[in-house]
């Protein structure tokens, strides 16, 4: 079955520790999205990529850096967490197609606490 | 500026009301998703609207892109519990990005 896939879905760490929090889809789409989002608030971009080796910054700034060196995987990275980046993280994906269709199919999340 | 805000931010509404949730910009989209979602997990595709002025339903869901394609709403009738969730709606602008609304949390009362 296609899904997408995140983990780890809860995190707690201490300040100043370098995390990494996982992305993998089997659609074999192109497109992939990282979204930031407090709790019940709206989404915020702050990565994505439109294929291998692509990554590009979103609409939000962030201190965290993404990597796409397979299709099916997107990994985000914080190399020295901190409180302001507790949080709940969403990684998307979506075909690469033309037009007004660009539908996103969302993984469920990773909310990080940072201490 | 958030390009799209929605209306009310909070609904708190007893079973078998109905209910209207509004999506505004000043911007004109390509399209218009609506997304549900849980708490806990991702938001969820309900429709896409393509069309100025197409209307699409889904079940007691009617969801309604404006003339202009700058607005939409969404129309539940008789809520239900089980329609207790966060709604964002999502504009498609430029290269195919998404841009989020606001997002309106819905709680239904049994």
């Known amino acids: 079955e296609a899904d997408i896939y995140q983990t780890p879905r809860y995190l707690v760490i201490g300040t100043g520790k370098k995390i990494t929090l996982e992305c993998s889809q089997t659609m074999g789409h192109d497109k992939m999205y990282w979204y930031q989002q407090d709790p019940g608030m709206e989404l915020h971009l702050i990565h994505y990529?439109?294929?291998?080796?692509?990554?590009e910054k979103g609409d939000l700034s962030s201190e965290s850096t993404v990597s796409r060196i397979r299709t099916e995987h997107f990994p985000l990275t914080l190399e020295s967490a901190r409180p302001s980046h507790t949080s709940q993280y969403l990684c998307a994906s979506s075909e690469r197609l033309g037009g007004p269709y660009n539908e996103q199919f969302f993984g469920p999340g990773t909310r990080l606490t940072v201490l | 500026t958030q390009l799209l805000e929605q209306s009310p931010q909070f609904l708190s509404i007893q079973e078998g009301e109905n209910l209207t949730v509004y999506c505004n910009s000043s911007?004109?989209?390509?399209?218009l998703q609506w997304y549900r979602q849980e708490p806990g997990e991702g938001p969820v595709l309900l429709v896409t609207v393509v069309t100025g002025g197409e209307v699409k339903k889904l079940k007691r869901l009617t969801f309604q892109f404006g003339d202009a394609r700058k607005d939409s709403s969404l129309h539940i009738t008789a809520a239900q519990p089980g329609d207790t969730g966060l709604y964002l709606c999502a504009g498609v602008k430029g290269a195919n990005n998404l841009f989020f609304g606001t997002g309106t949390r819905l709680t239904v009362i049994p």
């Open positions: 911007s004109v989209f390509s399209s």
């Open positions: 990529s439109y294929g291998v080796n692509s990554t």
